[in-house]
């Protein structure tokens, strides 16, 4: 088994702050990703890194950054904090050839 | 752009009933479905999956999948207010490292 963790859990910010989030697994999975859940409905992809140092856009990339800076390792970076944000950042992973994803515990954001 | 529907938006089952929900994926190039359950402020858990056409059961749970149609459905019999939850359908297109995920369906379990 493995295990997924981001940092921090809660994170509030203010308004047009750059804000970075971590995550980090030891699953020695090759796929890492980034999603935004909002209200608790469903998942919108932000981007996905199939390999050290690749950053694939997903759906809802503007807005954000990414980084792979090492295999168990994946950022990403809110750039301009928009007011009255308030989601759930959740990063997963999954294994070549097994596209069934693993997900982190979130980190939930706040921006005053 | 791959769309995920899923259907209902929120279902309200007794305990001990059977709760039934939907999924469908407009991109005809989708060949692998996943349930996921997502318990309130918890992150979401795989559940159950499928790429063959037909029906798969584990315990309470079967998932049935129409690759005609592009639907698949989760039962869940003899449901326990520890069911409710979101539940999130996923599909992934051929050849691709993503999934796209639906909006998902929240289910009540009332005891």
């Known amino acids: 088994g493995g295990i997924i963790t981001q940092t921090p859990k809660f994170l509030i910010g203010q308004e047009g702050q750059k804000l970075t989030l971590k995550c980090q697994q030891n699953?020695?999975?090759?796929?890492m990703y980034w999603y935004r859940q909002d209200s608790g409905k469903g998942l919108r992809l932000i981007y996905y890194s199939i390999t050290e140092n690749d950053l694939q856009k997903g759906d809802l990339s503007e807005g954000y950054d990414a980084s792979r800076e090492k295999k168990s390792s994946f950022s990403l970076t809110v750039t301009s904090a928009q007011k009255n944000e308030m989601a759930v950042f959740l990063c997963a992973s999954s294994g070549t050839g097994q596209d069934t994803q693993y997900f982190g515990p979130g980190t939930r954001l706040l921006v005053l | 752009q791959q769309k995920v529907q899923q259907s209902p938006e929120s279902l309200i089952v007794p305990e001990g009933g059977m709760a039934s929900l939907n999924c469908t994926s407009s991109?005809?190039?989708?060949?692998y479905f996943w349930w996921y359950r997502q318990h309130s402020g918890k992150s979401p858990k795989m559940l159950m999956s499928i790429f063959s056409n037909g029906e798969k059961e584990e315990g309470r749970f079967t998932v049935h999948l129409n690759k005609a149609s592009l639907h698949t459905s989760l039962h869940i019999r003899d449901s326990q207010p520890s069911d409710s939850a979101l539940y999130l359908c996923?599909?992934?297109?051929?050849?691709?490292?993503?999934?796209?995920f639906g909006k998902g369906t929240v289910l009540l379990v009332s005891p």
């Open positions: 699953f020695n999975h090759d796929t």
């Open positions: 996923a599909a992934r297109g051929s050849g691709y490292n993503k999934l796209t």
């Open positions: 991109d005809r190039n989708v060949d």
